[in-house]
Antibody
Framework: EVQLVESGGDLVQPGGSLRLSCTAS????????MGWVRQAPGRGLEWVAN????????HYIESGKGRFTISRDNAKNSLYLQMNSLRVEDTAVYYC???????????WGQGTLVTVSS | DIVMTQSPDSLAVSLGERATFNCKSS????????????LAWYQHKVGQPPKLLFS???TRGSGVPDRFSASGSGTDFTLTISSLQAEDVAVYYC?????????FGGGTKVEI
C-alpha cells in the first residue's frame, strides 16, 4: 500500500522556522519527483516546491524562494521542507506528494497543519 | 507564469445528471515537440488528500471510474462527470504541468 506520512506541522510565530518531513512507503520513492502542495484555510491548492529523483533539480513558488528549501534522502525514503522566515500567509495544510515530472500528485499524504500566528 | 482559470466556481447537479466544468490556461500547454497537453485534473474531497483523475489532458488515473472523462487542447479543457454520484461531491482542480512555476486553477466545487 502506498503511504506518505507528513510530520512537523506546528504553531509558530511569524519569522520563525519549521522543518516538515514526509516518509514514504509502498512504492519506489527514488523513482518519483517529490513535492509539497499547500491549502490555506478556505483557499484552493497551491504548489510550493518540488525536487527531482536525484535531488539535483528543485523548483519553488516565488514567495518561497530564499525562505524554503526542499530536500530528499532516498536512502531513508524521506522528503523534507525547511521553512524559514515564516509569514502569516504561510498558514496552511501542507501535503507531501509524489509525482511524475511536473504532474505534482500521483500519490498524496494526508497533510500536516502549519499555523503561523503570534 | 501560466494562469489557470476554472469555471464555474461552483455547480449544483442532481444525482445521475451530467456535470461539466472548464479550465482555461493563459497560454497554451500543448507541446509542439510531442503534441501532448500538459494538463492534469484532481478531485479533492473534504478531509481527504487530493486524487489525480487525469494527466496529459485525457489520460485516466489509476482507479478513476469511467463516468469521468476529460478533453481539450491548447488552452481550453473540460472535465465531465456523465452521471453524478453522491461520492463525486468534491472540489475539482486543474493543474498545468507544462513548466515551473506549477499552477493550479481556483477549483470548481461540485454539490448535489
Amino acid at each position: 500500500e502506498v503511504q506518505l506520512v507528513e510530520s512537523g506541522g506546528d504553531l509558530v510565530q511569524p519569522g520563525g522556522s519549521l522543518r516538515l518531513s514526509c516518509t514514504a512507503s509502498g512504492f519506489s520513492f527514488s523513482a518519483y519527483w517529490m513535492g509539497w502542495v499547500r491549502q490555506a484555510p478556505g483557499r484552493g491548492l497551491e504548489w510550493v516546491a518540488n525536487i527531482n529523483q536525484h535531488g539535483s533539480e528543485t523548483h519553488y513558488i516565488e514567495s518561497g524562494k530564499g525562505r524554503f528549501t526542499i530536500s530528499r534522502d532516498n536512502a531513508k525514503n524521506s522528503l523534507y521542507l525547511q521553512m524559514n522566515s515564516l509569514r502569516v500567509e504561510d498558514t496552511a495544510v501542507y501535503y507531501c506528494a509524489a509525482g511524475e515530472g511536473f504532474i505534482v500528485g500521483v500519490h498524496w499524504g494526508q497533510g500536516t497543519l502549519v499555523t503561523v500566528s503570534s | 507564469d501560466i494562469v489557470m482559470t476554472q469555471s464555474p466556481d461552483s455547480l449544483a447537479v442532481s444525482l445521475g445528471e451530467r456535470a461539466t466544468f472548464n479550465c482555461k490556461s493563459s497560454q497554451s500547454v500543448l507541446s509542439s515537440s510531442n503534441n501532448r497537453n500538459y494538463l492534469a485534473w484532481y478531485q479533492h474531497k473534504v478531509g481527504q488528500p487530493p486524487k489525480l483523475l487525469f494527466s496529459w489532458a485525457s489520460t485516466r488515473g489509476s482507479g478513476v471510474p469511467d463516468r469521468f472523462s476529460a478533453s481539450g487542447s491548447g488552452t481550453d479543457f473540460t472535465l465531465t462527470i456523465s452521471s453524478l454520484q453522491a461520492e463525486d461531491v468534491a472540489v475539482y482542480y486543474c493543474q498545468q504541468h507544462y513548466g515551473s512555476p506549477i499552477t493550479f486553477g481556483g477549483g470548481t466545487k461540485v454539490e448535489i
